[in-house]
């Protein structure tokens, strides 16, 4: 399950745009997964993520588990698709500290957030490019960096293990809601 979501070693040891904003990240957690479509079809659903847009997407079987008014849209709205730099992006987790905020845009291949958590400064890229392959195809990869980590072995393991079943669930989902056309 978690080897659909690896990046690759040269997807680790590049260079991303948001990486200059947690130039002293203690934590690095990289992923990366493979759509079907292009970074223009894609688009669209990564701009509505987040709580109280359009959820952090989910396989359904899992969401089958999930209150309906607590899952994640299945549409793409229109009215979610105008984010801008500086807005702030409801997140899960306690407290009013728990946003992201748009710090980079670059339709269609670059989304970079970036958080303050109490202490814990974070940057969060997800980078668009075409695929290597015969078909249409989009390669998704995510940089989560932390800086000012107290307890870096526990962010390094719990919170590997954390984001690992988060992307994981939210490729499952992406991949059933991306609808290519011809």
């Known amino acids: 399950m978690f080897d659909a979501i690896r990046a690759t070693s040269e997807e680790i040891s590049q260079e991303l745009p948001g990486d200059d904003l947690v130039p002293d990240a203690q934590v690095s957690i990289n992923r990366g997964f493979t759509l079907p479509g292009d970074p223009a079809q894609i688009w669209p659903w990564l701009l509505q993520l987040g709580k109280d847009r359009a959820g952090w997407y989910l396989p359904s079987p899992v969401e089958r588990l999930i209150p309906r008014s607590r899952r994640a849209k299945r549409t793409i709205d229109p009215s979610l698709l105008g984010l801008r730099p500086g807005d702030v992006i409801p997140d899960w987790g306690p407290g009013p ?86």
Do not use: C, K
């Open 97 to 182: 500290e728990a946003t992201f905020t748009v710090a980079r845009l670059e339709s269609p291949h670059v989304i970079v957030y970036r958080s303050q958590r109490g202490a814990i400064s974070l940057s969060w890229a997800i980078v668009l490019r075409v695929a290597e392959s015969a078909s249409p195809e989009t390669r998704i990869q995510m940089r989560l960096r932390l800086a000012n980590v107290r307890r870096v072995w526990l962010a390094r393991s719990l919170g590997d293990a954390v984001d690992a079943l988060t992307v994981a669930g939210l490729a499952a989902g992406l991949r059933e809601r991306v609808v290519v056309t011809d």
